[in-house]
């Protein structure tokens, strides 16, 4: 998604205080606002999803706000039944430690906090004895069209993540960042070519699709474009993956999108318990709006599948731009980036609706898709940034535009009470 200024933000969104309608029933249970940001305290405008720790803290990026305005790290707390203590952890400075943060935080053994920035800095936060929270910077990719992924960590704590410029091919290439005598190294572990994929598109598209581990430690992942199919100028985007063998990392392209079945996937992959594959593409599909699809490991090959097309039109989303997630009995969660409500609200750069939450489940051969939440881009928000499914089967997630002051919100959707 297209990160926009606070100001554009600001100027749109405040015309959704006039356009405003009630906000649409959904039929998976309680939509609750659980904190509405305020530029003056704690940060505007979440770039990214959420993580959530083992406690069931909740942990995030404002882009924008807090007393430099680089951007704030916040954690979320529960403190009762539906209630939550909000925390700013970290305001980052003007010294571009975590200035302007984006995308998704991940979280390693001891508790440090890593992200990336839009201006390409890789940052860990770590908790000093005192309880305060001190910013240093892991590694800089410095200024380029996008900044890297979202990272994963290893056992080991080693980084990973994919760079959407540099490489061989100047296409991106998948990298490491691992501990070295006291600093951090990085490795170039694939480099992207074209037809084996490319992490950018040279067009709009300032997001990069991160990675996922299996549990033999293969990493899978998605580029914006490269791949064989001529539906799409650049190429499609790929489905890969990456073996490690004896320090050697090799890819194998697993899927080359073909536009029918999706373009263009900037989320990363979500890999079940079977070895299974789930995912999004933020355009093709059957109306050109985006997908969901499946990918299925069997006899040796690996099998396609498209699992809902969206199509902008009675409330469905367009141009899923986040990872799924999926619930103990097989069901899927995402969000789309516009689509859903009222489309003239929140018409913004190639934007046209609030966005939504969704949920896929399985019907016999097919999946039903049912709407959790259509955004009016109002005080109940906009531009949602994925979801996250806590201990209790609720949906926690960011959006980064509406709510009281239209700088950004966070909900929460209950399950629905049979």
């Not at 061989?168 to 005598?181: A, D, I, K, P, T």
């Not at 084996?196 to 580029?223: H, P, R």
């Amino acid at each position: 998604m297209n990160y926009p200024s606070l100001s554009t933000m600001t100027k749109v969104l405040a015309s959704a205080a006039v356009l405003m309608f009630a906000m649409l029933a959904h039929a998976a249970g309680k939509y609750t606002v659980v904190r509405t940001f305020n530029p003056s305290a704690g940060g505007v405008l979440p770039a990214g999803g959420l993580l959530m720790d083992a406690d069931g803290n909740f942990f995030g990026t404002n882009s924008q706000g807090g007393t430099n305005n680089g951007g704030t790290i916040f954690e979320l707390i529960p403190n009762g039944p539906g209630g939550f203590t909000y925390k700013t952890l970290y305001e980052c400075s003007r010294n571009f430690d975590c200035t302007l943060p984006v995308g998704s935080l991940v979280m390693d053994s001891a508790g440090n906090l890593y992200g990336s920035t839009l201006f390409g800095n890789v940052f860990k936060l770590t908790r000093t004895a005192s309880g305060a929270w001190i910013a240093s910077v892991v590694h800089q990719f410095g200024a380029q069209i996008a900044p890297p992924s979202s990272l994963i960590l290893d056992a080991s704590g080693n980084l990973y993540g994919i760079n959407p410029t540099g490489g061989r091919s100047n296409l991106g290439y998948v990298f490491e960042l691992s501990h070295s005598q006291g600093g951090w190294s990085l490795t170039h572990l694939h480099d992207f070519g074209g037809s084996d994929g490319a992490a950018t598109s040279g067009k709009t598209e300032n997001q990069v699709a991160g990675l996922t581990f299996d549990t033999q430690g293969n990493l899978y992942g998605a580029t914006v474009a490269g791949g064989t199919s001529k539906s799409c100028s650049g190429g499609c985007g790929v489905i890969f993956k990456l073996t490690n063998n004896a320090g050697i990392w090799r890819e194998t392209v697993i899927h080359s999108l073909n536009g029918t079945d999706g373009a263009n996937p900037i989320a990363p992959l979500m890999i079940d318990t079977d070895g299974n594959l789930f995912g999004t593409a933020s355009n093709g599909g059957a109306k050109n709006f985006g997908s969901a699809f499946e990918l299925s490991h069997i006899s040796g090959s690996w099998r396609t599948r498209v699992l809902h097309s969206f199509t902008g039109t009675h409330l469905d989303g367009e141009f899923p731009d986040s990872p799924l997630v999926m619930d103990q009995i097989g069901n899927l969660y995402g969000t789309t980036e516009s689509g859903g409500a009222d489309h003239q609200s929140c018409d913004v750069f190639n934007d046209h609706g609030c966005g939504m939450v969704f949920e896929l489940s399985p019907n016999g051969t097919q999946w039903k898709e049912t709407i959790l939440k259509a955004f009016s881009g109002g005080t109940d928000g906009a531009f949602p940034q994925g979801v996250v499914l806590d201990h209790a089967g609720n949906l926690l997630g960011a959006a980064q535009g509406g709510g009281r002051l239209f700088e950004g919100l966070i909900f929460e959707i209950a399950p629905a009470v049979n």
